[in-house]
């Protein structure tokens, strides 16, 4: 059924709301990439390559974030879900092109503060660390290849762990 749900252009694999969040096209994205893995299906592999395609052409190509349409200035949280997805293809041996990868790492380091230990949610004069961002760009900074020792990464981790889980933002 989410197959059926994707519109295919020459810029890939569009499963973006009619409303054009790019969050729907991240997760679902996931999941074909997770499926695929998963199970070995032929029939899934072009069709989780081309929501990857979709995310690769949907990047900022001056920020190199993503947002609710493509190429908008990114949000740390939109990146959040593009960088999964293209995690799990990655793991799935799918093709995701490195220059992908270190545009996104130039709009994290755009949105980060204390070097490296937090991320604010858009690239502002006034950059302020949120737990919520923080754990979406330090995960995204692990799942980039951030080796697991670095002094920004421990940081960041060790500050993330002194917020409880929210009873009120699932998010």
Same mark, same amino acid.
């Given at each position: 059924a989410l197959v059926s749900m994707m519109t295919v252009s020459e810029h890939g694999g569009s499963l973006h709301e009619s409303g054009g969040h790019m969050y729907s096209h991240g997760i679902a994205s996931m999941a074909l990439c997770e499926a695929y893995a998963m199970t070995g299906d032929s029939a899934l592999r072009h069709q989780a390559q081309l929501a990857l395609n979709?995310? @690769? *052409? /949907? =990047?900022?190509? !001056?920020?190199?974030?993503?947002? *609710?349409?493509?190429?908008? &200035?990114?949000?740390? $949280?939109?990146?959040?879900? =593009?960088?999964? /997805? %293209?995690? +799990?293809?990655?793991? /799935? $041996?799918? $093709? !995701? &092109?490195? $220059? !992908?990868?270190?545009?996104? +790492? %130039?709009? %994290?380091? +755009?949105? =980060?503060?204390?070097?490296?230990?937090?991320? @604010?949610? !858009?690239?502002?004069k006034e950059c302020v660390y949120t737990p919520t961002t923080s754990a979406i760009g330090l995960l995204c900074r692990m799942y980039m290849g951030t080796e697991s020792d670095d002094e920004g990464l421990a940081r960041g981790i060790q500050r993330l762990a002194? *917020?409880? &889980?929210? /009873?009120?933002d699932a998010y």
């Open positions: 979709f995310i @690769c *052409y /949907a =990047q900022d190509p !001056v920020g190199g974030g993503w947002r *609710y349409q493509p190429h908008q &200035p990114g949000d740390t $949280s939109v990146m959040g879900w =593009q960088i999964m /997805a %293209l995690k +799990s293809g990655f793991m /799935a $041996s799918l $093709s !995701v &092109p490195p $220059s !992908v990868v270190q545009r996104a +790492s %130039l709009f %994290l380091d +755009s949105v =980060q503060v204390d070097q490296n230990e937090g991320y @604010c949610y !858009v690239r502002h002194r *917020y409880e &889980p929210s /009873a009120n």
